[in-house]
């Protein structure tokens, strides 16, 4: 099932998330409905919180069209283990923050462990597109955004056409 995406400002955003416990069939649907919402989308990642869930759940497919399969990642307290020195920017969106981009320096690799649907241990180095999702993600289930990165000046000016949008939608209901 399809969830709705929450759109920036709201508070269930700047939360820090739970830790889940023990993996339950709830937590698997919730899983399968965050890749069914990150792919309608279309999204290449989702976090948990973005669906008004505070836990500690992300989704990500960044396999790009065309080059090898998809490859649908759900990851349950996903944690950063270690990090290049090395740096790479891209320019970010946020399904949270739409139609707003902006360039985000960080890490260009990153080793990430985490449980899986099954509840076993995972870990694994990413790099390119996969390791600046896979950060984003996680950054989400600590309450921090993308434009948490930017000037203040140019996040309040985000802030500021997100609240018009969020008007905007919310007259047309
Ligand atoms: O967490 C999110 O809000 C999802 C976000 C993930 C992300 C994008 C770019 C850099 C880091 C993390 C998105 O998926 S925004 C949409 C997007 O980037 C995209 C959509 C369709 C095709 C390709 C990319
Ligand atoms: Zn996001």
Known sequence: MKRPILIHPDPRLKKVCVPVADISDDLRTLADDMLETMYAAPGIGLAAPQVGILQRVIALDCAKEGEGDARSLVMFNPAVIASSDETNVYEEG?????????????PKEVEVEWMDRDGNAQRETFD???????????????????????????????????????????REQ
């Open 94 to 106: 946020c399904l949270s923050i739409p139609e707003q981009y902006a360039e985000v320096t960080r």
């Open 128 to 170: 390119g597109l996969w390791a600046t999702c896979v950060q984003h993600e996680i950054d989400h289930l600590n309450g921090k955004l993308f434009i948490d990165y930017l000037k203040p000046l140019k996040r309040q000016m985000i802030t500021r056409k997100m609240q018009k949008l969020k008007r905007e939608r919310a």
